[in-house]
């Protein structure tokens, strides 16, 4: 005689969920479910300007190009480093991130490309990048929180980090939209000088794709954010779970937050590699 199907679900639940190892962290979850459920990744790129017979200005098409080049580089690292096969990545805004160049500042000019300066506009950020998210503000608000600060200071427990990021309202209305249940969040920034402003020497070009960045200016930063608890559960960087964010690195020391943001040619295996590490 076969057992009632609610009496199995019974036994189940006593005896804990199959799929769901007793203990696991957020990571490890990740880690466990990424390569059945591959993540999407919402880039934010954020390119500064500066011009010897203009104003300086935040570019739009530059932005974009970096998260797009930026985000094509993270999708090759998951495939390599963690076996896990990002198909998807959308760049819906720019200038989200409160770290260089943006830093803290709540808006600035912002010019369509480099040709157009003449067409730059003092805007606020974080700038939408597409029509869509333009005119939807519940959208447009749940994108740029997922590069927001996120204090886990009452929330870290040892290696098991799971900061809230988003509101559930927040959380649900990405999960719906983008059919994942994980967000790849990728910041990446930098400046960059005019032919006419960049003296001989004065930069050491990095390349992300065929764009040049300055070194004094180049960051990055890969989140993860679990779209089921809205929470922050990896960031390359740490300190974030500490409670500090990268929004001013002129206050930090040599050798510590800046380093762990700064855009190198390893950028991506420094950055992604710590998240598919064993935990314990």
């Known amino acids: 005689m076969k057992a009632p199907l609610f009496v199995l679900l019974s036994l189940a639940a006593l005896t804990g969920c199959v799929t769901t190892p007793p203990g696991e962290s957020p990571i ?20 500064y300007r ?14 974009r190009e970096l998260g797009e080049q930026g985000a094509k580089e993270v999708i090759a690292g998951f495939k390599e480093l963690g076996e896990v096969n990002i198909k998807q990545f959308v760049v819906p805004l720019m200038c989200a991130t409160e770290m260089p160049p943006r830093g803290e500042v709540k808006g600035g000019r ?13 805007l606020t950020f974080p700038e939408p990048l597409s029509p869509v998210v333009a005119k939807d503000e519940k959208l447009l608000a749940a994108y740029t929180q997922l590069f927001g600060n996120c204090d886990d200071a009452r929330y870290r427990k040892e290696r098991r980090y799971d900061c809230p990021l988003l509101s559930p309202e927040q959380a649900t209305l990405l999960k719906t939209r983008l059919k994942t249940p994980y967000v790849v969040a990728l910041s990446v920034g930098g400046e960059r000088l005019s032919a006419a402003n960049r003296g001989a020497g004065a930069l050491l070009g ?20 679990n779209l089921e608890t809205g929470n922050l559960v990896y960031s390359s960087y740490p300190s974030e779970f500490n409670g500090r964010t990268p929004a001013d690195l002129d206050g930090f020391e040599a050798g510590s937050g800046r380093d762990a943001l700064a855009l190198t040619d390893n950028w991506v295996k420094r ?8 935990q314990r």
């Open 271 to 278: 950055m992604v590699k710590p998240l598919f590490e064993k």
């Open 110 to 122: 912002i010019a369509p490309n480099k040709d157009q300066l003449d067409q730059g506009k003092s």
């Open 50 to 63: 500066r011009n010897a017979f203009y104003l300086d200005h935040y570019i739009i098409d530059e932005s």
């Open 206 to 225: 990095l390349l992300l794709g065929g764009v040049g960045i300055g070194t004094d200016g180049a960051n990055a930063r890969v989140r993860l954010v």
């Open 28 to 47: 490890e979850e990740a880690q466990r479910r990424m390569k059945a459920e591959p993540p999407m990744v919402v880039a934010d790129g954020c390119l």
